[in-house]
């Protein structure tokens, strides 16, 4: 099997070969789910075989607590606004992306602002945990968290 010139976002990756028939690759995931498709050619170009892997990469998170957008150690109404600026108004960056993600589905959005609102006023359910005390993400997801000054991070 040949290995063609392989590109990820325009820029050529070069496999390295570790046994006759064997080679890895080192590739910048981006955070997520990645797709990885193989494509097997012969010596003259066409393709005879193909596969591919889904990699999911999760960053490196500090400990956090759910719904704290603010990262300040308490749940409050600041944190919906908080979150609200940031997607909407611009200029507010969230130390901790994750944290703000109130109804873990591993996306920030006006669901997650609506969620916590509807928990403070209305006494419905509680975000998942780490909610209680800090803690790490049960349900991996590509939002990062480099920081949280509420838990000490
Ligand atoms: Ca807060
Ligand atoms: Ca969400």
């Given at each position: 099997?040949?290995?063609?010139?392989?590109?990820?976002?325009?820029?050529?990756?070069?496999?390295?070969?570790?046994?006759?028939?064997?080679?890895?690759?080192?590739?910048?995931?981006?955070?997520?789910?990645?797709a990885?498709a193989?494509?097997?050619?012969?010596?003259?170009?066409?393709?005879?075989?193909?596969?591919?892997?889904?990699?999911?990469?999760?960053?490196?998170?500090?400990?956090?607590?759910?719904?704290?957008?603010?990262?300040?150690?308490?749940?409050?109404?600041?944190d919906?606004v908080?979150?609200?600026f940031?997607?909407?108004?611009?200029?507010?960056?969230?130390?901790?992306?994750?944290?703000?993600?109130?109804?873990?589905?591993?996306?920030?959005?006006?669901?997650?602002?609506?969620?916590?609102?509807?928990?403070?006023?209305?006494?419905?359910?509680?975000?998942?945990?780490?909610?209680?005390?800090?803690?790490?993400?049960?349900?991996?997801?590509?939002?990062?968290?480099?920081?949280f000054?509420?838990?000490?991070?």
């Amino acid at each position: 099997m040949a290995v063609e010139l392989i590109l990820q976002n325009g820029a050529p990756v070069l496999p390295r070969w570790f046994v006759r028939n064997g080679w890895e690759l080192q590739v910048d995931l981006e955070p997520g789910l990645n797709a990885v498709a193989l494509v097997g050619l012969d010596r003259d170009g066409a393709p005879v075989g193909q596969d591919s892997i889904d990699v999911l990469y999760e960053p490196a998170s500090a400990p956090f607590r759910r719904g704290d957008a603010s990262s300040d150690g308490q749940v409050d109404i600041a944190d919906p606004v908080r979150l609200l600026f940031h997607l909407y108004a611009g200029g507010v960056e969230l130390t901790c992306p994750r944290s703000a993600d109130s109804d873990d589905d591993g996306a920030l959005g006006v669901t997650d602002a609506i969620f916590l609102l509807r928990y403070l006023f209305q006494g419905t359910a509680a975000p998942a945990e780490p909610f209680a005390a800090c803690g790490s993400d049960a349900t991996p997801d590509a939002l990062g968290c480099a920081a949280f000054a509420g838990c000490g991070g």
